[in-house]
């Protein structure tokens, strides 16, 4: 691989997806960090994202366009994010967290700004084990956009190859931790927090804290988060 | 089917798009019209759009986002629509109006409202024979998408199953036109130029006004556009 080899890698400001723009760097890619302002009510995480974008010397986008119009989610809407749920619980379904077709809206932009400065790679931090109930947070949602990258874009049709990476897909929260540790991700810059405070302190009881907080302690890695 | 079954519908206001929106309408949908203001040089479009959806009562929704910030196409950027081309140069190849990624960022968009509406039916107004060139606008790209559709979504892991309708996929723009004249499109209100003036007159000279200018021609159908 080229040195020079470009990836456009979905950089949210949580733990994944900082995770995940670690691996590519480690990959040799050239990195183009891509975030979206698209009404989320944990928009702290677009600081988180720029700070981590930085980190690793990665040029960092926002895309903005706003989802709370169409509503239907606790992330953009009004509807509470649950707190305190167990476990069992937390796997359990498709939690109401889940924004319509998100991840195929990020893609496609991620295919867009690939296609524009001749990237091939696009790396997302998905992962089908904590959140079995995303459906566009599993291999065959992956696969299914890669087969649409290749068709839908000049390049593909020239006979470039897109590949979509998700190397998180099969990983434990504690098993990406630990693979961040092991890469120097700065944790203390990520956010997971779906409703923290007005200065950015997590709840610690929402799911996605919860797993975050079971995540560290399974890795045996200092969990550095703020907790309210 | 029901009467109050819904589609969602793309709608850029050009022909091709208000066509299908009575396309759609003619198959008993309700009908919800999508637009989006991506900093297309053309903006005059949004207006048609709106104008044309109301005239079909159809519920108008329009999604903001920037596309130029990635530049790369004629319709976004700084580069010049080209003008006065000969026939078979408009046919050949991929344009450099050519928006990359930009008919998948449109269908996610549109996959989003549908999810959230309860709408399993998307239209769009694709045509593989007058832009041949478009990857986007290809049978294949729109089956890709079709299948992406049932396996991103809540609705389609639950069972539902979303259709992408690309009705005038096949047809010349002649038949287009009469299909649309059959069905009552006021084409006065559409705009099909890449370039119209401030005031938003046609340039007349653009590929995609030498189309329109054929199609009507072809179609035996009067052209109500008003040229520069």
Do not use: W
């Amino acid at each position: 691989m080229s040195a020079n080899k470009k990836a456009v890698v979905l950089l949210s400001g949580g733990l994944d997806s900082a995770t995940v723009l670690a691996i590519a760097r480690e990959r040799g890619f050239e990195l183009h960090a891509l975030s979206f302002d698209y009404g989320q009510r944990h928009r702290v995480e677009l600081k988180a994202a720029h700070r981590i974008a930085q980190s690793f010397g990665a040029k960092h986008s926002v895309i903005s366009f706003d989802l709370r119009q169409f509503g239907g989610s606790a992330l953009t809407g009004d509807i509470d994010v649950p707190k305190n749920r167990p476990q069992d619980q937390i796997s359990e379904g498709i939690p109401i967290t889940y924004v319509p077709a998100r991840n195929t809206i990020f893609l496609s932009f991620a295919l867009g700004v690939a296609e524009t400065t001749g990237s091939f790679d696009i790396f997302v931090g998905v992962n089908a084990l904590d959140y079995s109930g995303y459906p566009d947070c599993r291999g065959e949602f992956i696969k299914a956009f890669e087969s649409l990258a290749n068709v839908a874009t000049k390049a593909g049709v020239e006979g470039q190859r897109f590949t979509i990476h998700a190397p998180l897909i099969e990983m434990t929260k504690a098993q990406i931790i630990r693979e961040g540790a092991r890469l120097g991700v700065a944790y203390s810059m990520t956010t997971s927090c779906y409703d923290p405070s007005p200065e950015g302190r997590a709840c610690g009881r929402c799911d996605s804290c919860q797993l975050r907080r079971k995540g560290f302690a399974e890795a045996g890695v200092g969990d550095p988060t703020s907790y309210q």
